[in-house]
């Protein structure tokens, strides 16, 4: 029987082929007399910032518009931080975006309906290119390109470069193989035959010396200080390991901790919670292939707040209106019950501090 992730292949004839499809169909869809604004998730990742700074490369030489990258939220991991930094990418707040002032709303590496971003509900968004499973609200978008058969939004921005026959600079190069390296965990992780060949296409361009600054980055004391919350907060429950870090200064923290813990030994999944501001985070990660993760995190969180994902990874974030404890215990109860163990289990700890 097939796995989740075994359905998930582009070849390179057919990313170059639908490339080809939707370019003009894309180019079409954005106002040519006023400047386009890209938006990412609101603590995007490196797919999220290298497929914006394509599109917006994509925009700027094909129809000769301004673009500005906007996020909603903050760029926590080090790493993400360098690579914007190092690259050159200008991401503006979305508190300080004015909507009327653009003709053309571009959603990346998300959708109309996700829950990873915080556009108003009613602006019109014009165009969405993502690789996440679709959103029951995703048609709002009249260009709306959603293909899960890739492992990144940077591949399928690679080869509408491609189709528009546009040259790679060098910094873009750099930030699409991150982007690509990142989501697919270094072309192990629902990988495509387009992902992989992008990935070869592009790596002589790329400045690598560059990238690997961006990969090792320098790492502030608070990062070690959470660590070491995350690992005392850590229990074991069955092939389970749940993590509530408490509060935390970004929120990109929950899913840095959940790749980490993920490798330990006889644990199979690992759940990590965190509170930023009015929110509760949550990142999913499993090691069985046959799991959808985001299935199981949408199952979880249900009608508390918003979920999505795909193949063994997902998170969520719930609105808290100051029953925090009580939310994350729901949370865990949930997420055990899900996973067919005791939710009245107390748990062995991970490590004892």
Do not use: W
């Not at 930030?175 to 296409?201: P, V």
């Not at 299935?295 to 063994?312: D, K, N, S, W, Y």
């Amino acid at each position: 029987m097939a796995t989740p992730e075994a359905e998930r292949r582009a070849t390179p004839a057919e990313a170059n082929s639908e490339a080809q499809r939707l370019l003009e169909k894309l180019l079409d869809s954005v106002d040519p007399e006023r400047p386009a604004a890209i938006y990412t998730h609101d603590h995007p990742d490196p797919d999220s910032i290298a497929s914006a700074y394509a599109l917006q490369h994509l925009l700027s030489k094909r129809l000769e518009i301004d673009s500005v990258i906007v996020h909603g939220g903050t760029i926590g991991r080090a790493s993400n931080r360098a690579m914007v930094e190092l690259l050159g990418i200008r991401l503006e707040s979305l508190r300080r975006i004015d909507f009327d002032g653009y003709g053309t709303h571009c959603l990346i590496d998300t959708q109309p309906g996700a829950g990873n971003h915080s556009l108003p509900p009613d602006l019109p968004v014009s165009i969405a290119i993502d690789h996440h499973p679709r959103s029951d609200e995703a048609d709002r978008a009249p260009f709306l390109d959603v293909r899960t058969e890739y492992g990144s939004t940077s591949t399928m921005m690679f080869y509408y470069l491609k189709a528009a026959g546009l040259d790679l600079p060098t910094k873009l190069a750099t930030a699409l193989l991150f982007g690509i390296k990142s989501d697919t965990r270094e072309l192990e992780r629902e990988t495509s035959e387009a992902d992989l060949h992008a990935y070869l296409e592009i790596f002589p361009r790329a400045d690598l010396t560059l990238l690997n600054r961006i990969e090792k980055p320098r790492i502030p004391r608070e990062y070690f200080k959470a660590f070491h919350t995350a690992l005392g907060a850590s229990l074991i429950h069955a092939r389970a390991l749940v993590s509530d870090v408490g509060e935390m200064e970004n929120p990109d923290l929950v899913a840095e901790l959940a790749d980490f813990l993920i490798p330990l030994d006889r644990v199979d999944h690992v759940l990590v919670m965190g509170r930023h501001e009015d929110r509760l985070y949550l990142s999913l990660r499993t090691r069985q292939e046959q799991d959808d993760a985001g299935r199981t995190i949408a199952r979880v969180v249900g009608e508390l707040g918003t979920a999505g994902g795909h193949g063994r990874m997902a998170g969520a974030q719930i609105r808290l209106d100051g029953e925090e404890d009580g939310t994350a215990r729901e949370v865990k109860r949930r997420f055990l019950e899900a996973l067919e163990v005791d939710p009245d289990d107390e748990g062995e700890p991970l490590v004892r501090v």
